[in-house]
């Protein structure tokens, strides 16, 4: 595992936006879809392997994954987007470290990542915030950023990131968002997560193709209950017993 630069792209003092796949995939939708939209250019990345290969017609393959690192030095902006989550804590942990090293590189100033929050939300998802400093409370509470009372944890690099970030020195946010479904894209919460990013961050971002997203898998998935109404049940019960962020 080791970073291959493609370039060095100017910046100072930049934000780091970085996320890897989570629970309704919130996440990587809402960071690959920022890349697309600022038009991000790819400047590193970093390449391991899985502890698994994978076949298809019973032919095998040994696939790499990857994470990639993009500038948008107009924004003054560096985003990770990750192919997959490490199989184990240390293999994260040793990611989020090269992360960082990106990050340090770059005098990264504050990092963002992005989870899910389980909830049978009744209209529009919320968005929520854990942060490494007290002092960043007051700021996320201007822009509309809600908090959590007592103790969870995020799950997998979304969260260990800002850990690791915290011991570095840097400042770390992670913006998590309302999602109803965690086996289902959540288009609709990616949107209100990226919307309050870019409000936080001072830039404007169109997210009209996500909230066009979220209303079609929302029809498809009410076909499907009215359809088949023990597949309902099924669902309501699964996600009442999620517990944790990712």
């Known amino acids: 595992m080791e970073i291959q630069y493609f370039s060095e792209p100017k910046l100072s003092e930049?934000?780091?936006?970085?996320a890897w796949?989570?629970?309704?995939?919130?996440?990587?939708?809402?960071?690959?879809?920022?890349?697309?939209r600022l038009k991000a250019k790819l400047f590193a990345e970093v390449r391991y392997f899985q502890n698994a290969v994978i076949y298809k017609d019973s032919l095998a393959e040994f696939p790499t994954i990857k994470h990639r690192f993009y500038a948008v030095p107009s924004k003054n902006l560096l985003i990770c987007v990750g192919d997959a989550q490490p199989s184990t804590p240390e293999e994260?942990?040793?990611?989020?470290?090269?992360v960082m090293d990106v990050a340090e590189?770059?005098?990264?100033k504050r990092v963002y990542t992005m989870a899910a929050y389980p909830s049978e939300y009744p209209d529009e998802p919320q968005v929520y915030g854990i942060f490494t400093d007290?002092?960043?409370k007051d700021e996320l509470e201007r822009h509309g950023v809600g908090f959590i009372e007592g103790e969870g944890a995020v799950n997998g690099l979304n969260g260990i990131l800002i850990g690791v970030a915290k011991n570095r020195g840097v400042e770390?946010?992670?913006?998590m968002g309302?999602?109803?479904?965690?086996n289902v894209p959540q288009h609709l919460s990616s949107?209100?997560?990226?919307?309050?990013l870019a409000v936080i961050l001072g830039f404007e971002i169109d997210t009209a193709l996500l909230e066009k997203r979220a209303k079609k898998i929302d029809a498809s998935i009410r076909k499907s209950l009215s359809e088949y109404p023990e597949y309902g049940e099924t669902v309501k019960k699964e996600e009442k017993e999620f517990r944790y962020i990712s």
């Open 178 to 182: 309302e999602i109803r479904y965690a």
């Open 14 to 18: 930049p934000i780091m936006i970085a």
């Open 172 to 175: 770390g946010v992670c913006l």
């Open 191 to 196: 949107k209100a997560v990226l919307e309050k």
């Open 134 to 136: 007290e002092r960043l």
């Open 92 to 98: 994260a942990v040793r990611l989020a470290e090269m």
């Open 21 to 36: 796949p989570g629970m309704g995939y919130l996440a990587k939708i809402s960071a690959d879809y920022l890349r697309r």
């Open 105 to 108: 590189r770059f005098n990264v």
